[in-house]
């Protein structure tokens, strides 16, 4: 089968958030993606739970030893068997049904841009972040530079998993 979207996961120790993500991946009926999790040796029970999953769009991965976040990105990266390709953190989640939604677009090879809302974990707030559509125009797809643009932007995950 052809895949369409590889989510790559580079995850360590997020056993806090792991399981709100994979129901959030869970709730798409699609088989036409794949989830490729990195464990970066993780020491919290992450590695446990996530091997835990029992659902075929899974693949859990591990490399040798432990590696940098960067590294770490690139080995999910290298794992990964799909058309397009998106980065989430452990620490989020998509909505419930958003990855069905998202794929016939993919057929089309355009490029996504989507909203994403950040809050506090500790009371729940939305916190602004940008990624927003204007702000996206603005600054990384303002006709100049665009590879110099999205990398100052690099350090910033609502950002840089904006992109598919």
């Not at 997020?14 to 993780?42: A, G, T």
């Not at 040798?64 to 080995?75: G, V, Y």
């Not at 990266?77 to 989430?88: D, E, K, L, Q, T």
Request: charged residues 20%; contains cysteine.
């Amino acid at each position: 089968m052809n895949i369409t979207l590889s989510i790559c996961v580079p995850i360590y120790n997020e056993l806090e958030y792991i399981e709100r993500l994979i129901s959030s991946i869970q709730s798409n009926k699609s088989l036409n993606f794949e989830v490729v999790i990195s464990d970066n040796h993780s020491n919290d029970g992450t590695y446990e739970t996530i091997k835990s999953i029992n659902d075929s769009r899974f693949r859990i991965v591990q490399p040798i030893r432990k590696l940098s976040p960067h590294h770490n990105h690139w080995f999910s990266f290298a794992n990964s068997r799909g058309n397009h390709i998106y980065f989430i953190g452990g620490d989020d989640y998509f909505e419930d049904g958003i990855i069905d939604y998202v794929l016939p677009y993919l057929n089309n090879k355009k490029i996504i841009i989507g909203g994403m809302r950040s809050f506090n974990n500790h009371d729940g707030t939305t916190i602004a972040i940008r990624n927003k559509k204007e702000f996206l125009l603005k600054e990384i797809f303002n006709g100049k530079n665009f590879i110099k643009n999205s990398l100052n932007q690099i350090n910033h995950d609502e950002i840089l998993f904006a992109f598919v």
